[in-house]
């Protein structure tokens, strides 16, 4: 059993909660963008990396199934948000390139990380 964060720990927590006028900016553009102080303070900030295209057939379903993850992020606590990846597969639904429900597992590591790292987010879910 994980043992649970105290909001001190949380690496996104440490880009909202100072009292200084960056954090003050960053609290700033979520309330622009319509969140409530309560809905991120205190709470992760979970990532979700979605490679949903309108032009991958075999991404279709990553849409839906995101609005899930994210209800159970909120569920559970979190604050999710949705990034966007980078789209490994082709549109052509014959190429080989294209394995159905492990698509993040092609996406180059160092990139995935250096994203997360910009959106300042405390966990991603991957789905694999």
């Given at each position: 059993?994980?043992?649970?964060?105290?909001?001190?720990?949380?690496?996104?927590?440490?880009?909202?909660?100072?009292?200084?006028?960056?954090?003050?900016?960053?609290?700033?553009?979520?309330?622009?963008?319509?969140?409530?102080?309560?809905?991120?303070?205190?709470?992760?900030?979970?990532a979700?990396?979605?490679?949903?295209?309108?032009?991958?057939?075999?991404?279709?379903?990553?849409?839906?199934?995101?609005?899930?993850?994210?209800?159970?992020?909120?569920?559970?606590?979190?604050?999710p948000?949705?990034?966007?990846?980078?789209?490994?597969?082709?549109?052509?639904?014959?190429?080989?390139?294209?394995?159905?429900?492990?698509?993040?597992?092609?996406?180059?590591?160092?990139?995935?990380?250096?994203?997360?790292?910009?959106?300042?987010?405390?966990?991603?879910?991957?789905r694999?």
């Open positions: 059993m994980t043992r649970r964060r105290s909001a001190d720990d949380l690496r996104s927590q440490r880009w909202f909660a100072p009292q200084d006028l960056r954090s003050f900016g960053h609290r700033s553009r979520m309330m622009q963008m319509g969140y409530a102080t309560a809905d991120f303070m205190g709470k992760p900030v979970i979700i990396i979605n490679t949903w295209s309108d032009l991958q057939q075999c991404h279709q379903h990553f849409k839906a199934r995101v609005e899930e993850v994210k209800r159970g992020v909120w569920q559970a606590g979190g604050f948000v949705e990034l966007g990846g980078v789209r490994p597969c082709s549109v052509d639904p014959g190429d080989d390139d294209c394995v159905h429900g492990r698509v993040v597992a092609f996406v180059p590591g160092d990139r995935m990380l250096e994203q997360l790292r910009g959106a300042h987010c405390t966990r991603a879910h991957q694999s």
